[in-house]
């Protein structure tokens, strides 16, 4: 079992920035694929941006290219999302997820069924 524990979310203003991180727990929290997503009010979820297990490959959707970072401390069971220049259709509540999958599935843009999700933190972004 894995417990994952969002953090960082809040509101801010158009143009600043914000790093929210995923604690993962439990005894086979290590080794996954990891990724966030974000639901805006009345619209689906989407991928934000993902990670494998040694950081060496990400992906990231076209919304947050350039704006957006993810990473990884393992040795911290510990995923980031760095968002700059964040925009007002950045608003959503942000989830992070973790599986074996994860990363190949949003890839070949499947259905995001993942074991694993946090319970995720809000996002605002004022104008």
């Known amino acids: 079992q894995v417990q994952l524990e969002e953090a960082g979310g809040g509101l801010v203003q158009v143009g600043g920035s914000l790093r929210l991180a995923c604690a993962a727990s439990g005894p086979t929290s290590r080794g996954y694929p990891m990724g966030w997503f974000r639901q805006a009010r009345a619209k689906d979820l989407e991928v934000v941006a993902a990670i494998s297990w040694s950081g060496g490959s990400t992906y990231y959707a076209d919304s947050v290219k350039g704006r957006f970072t993810i990473s990884r401390d393992n040795a911290k069971n510990t995923v980031y999302l760095q968002m700059n220049s964040l925009k007002p259709e950045d608003t959503a509540v942000y989830y992070c997820?973790?599986?074996?999958?994860?990363?190949?599935?949003?890839?070949?843009?499947?259905?995001?069924?993942?074991?694993?999700w946090g319970q995720g933190t809000q996002v605002t972004v004022s104008s």
């Open positions: 997820a973790a599986d074996p999958a994860l990363l190949s599935t949003v890839m070949a843009g499947l259905a995001y069924d993942f074991y694993y």
